[in-house]
């Protein structure tokens, strides 16, 4: 594999001042319940879609992220994020609600660590706090990308379950407490190994992220003992083995530092075969975990991949293979 230098960038003065989270009932049930700011019971939210329920989690989490910041939304210069729907429809009709700057992005479940590099660069540029938002729903991804749910159709034991929920962060170049900084970030490139099976994403996405990864520690000249931890998006469990030795093979051994927001989404008896999947994984396990345990002292310093396959419904059908990516952030406190 060719590995291509320089795709690291350096943040001097980007503080992660807030995080929020808004989770799926499911999502409470596994190994992060009473972690979220907010737990639905049902997943419908109070609506009459699931469409409709996915674009409230998104307006509750950004509301509740300035809110939670003891900010309004004059004080917020941008939003940046994205879902998993076509055409973004979740986030860009949560983000009419605000009178500030929108940037939609879609990198499928990397969105949200794209969505912190792109927030952490206006910030850098010289936006003061940028609303960095990502999310997905079960039920909506479903029926857009594999079969409606009345189908009722038999899960292969390779897939993953589409976590519902979304998380969001505040950055900014202005805080007067000690928090979680953004220090360096490494943007991904595209890359497919030609996996054709849509079930598996896992497998399709490994090889994405053991490029980001080696990229990283090759710009920066650091090793997997430098971090407290490495949080990849949702390779799931059969991803994350294969992402070991693939590392393996490149001379790194990731094998004691890394965990998979997607694997450590649910217990075994969810049924969730490999884990969780879909934009919310890294959303809700960094913004209800993972910054907690930086401020409490647990972390001094992580690295969260987020990983995508850039597939759709049309390629699938027209038997393309499933492109992947995987954008890196540091953060250190």
Known sequence: MDY???????????????????????????????????????????????????????????????????????????????????????????AR?????????????????????????????????????????????????????????????????????????????????IVPKVTRATVGHVVDYGIMDVNNMGAAMAPSACDTLVTFFKDTGTRPEDYDVIYTGDLGKLGSDILLDLTRQEGYDISAQQHDCGASLYWDEQQTYQGGSGAACSALVFNAVLLGRLRRGEYSKILLAGTGALMSPTTSFQGDSIPAITHLVEVCI
């Open 4 to 94: 291509y230098k320089n795709r690291t960038l350096t943040f001097n003065n980007v503080n992660i001042v807030e995080g929020y989270s808004v989770a799926g009932p499911k999502e409470n049930d596994g190994r992060y319940k009473g972690f979220f700011d907010l737990a639905l019971k049902d997943d419908m939210f109070g609506q009459n879609t699931f469409e409709r329920a996915e674009r409230k989690m998104f307006e509750h989490a950004i509301e509740g992220v300035i809110a939670k910041a003891n900010l309004v939304d004059a004080d917020i210069n941008g939003i940046v994020g994205g879902d998993l729907l076509n055409q973004i429809v979740s986030m860009s009709f949560a």
């Open 97 to 177: 609600k605000h009178n500030v700057g929108f940037l939609g992005l879609y990198n499928a479940c990397a969105t949200f660590v794209e969505s912190l590099i792109v927030g952490s660069t206006l910030v850098s540029c010289g936006y003061e706090n940028v609303v960095c938002t990502a999310g997905s729903h079960f039920s909506t991804a479903e029926r857009q990308y594999r079969y409606p749910l009345e189908l009722g159709v038999l899960r292969s034991p390779v897939t993953q379950w589409t976590a519902t929920g979304v998380g969001a962060t505040i950055v900014s170049n202005n805080s007067e407490q």
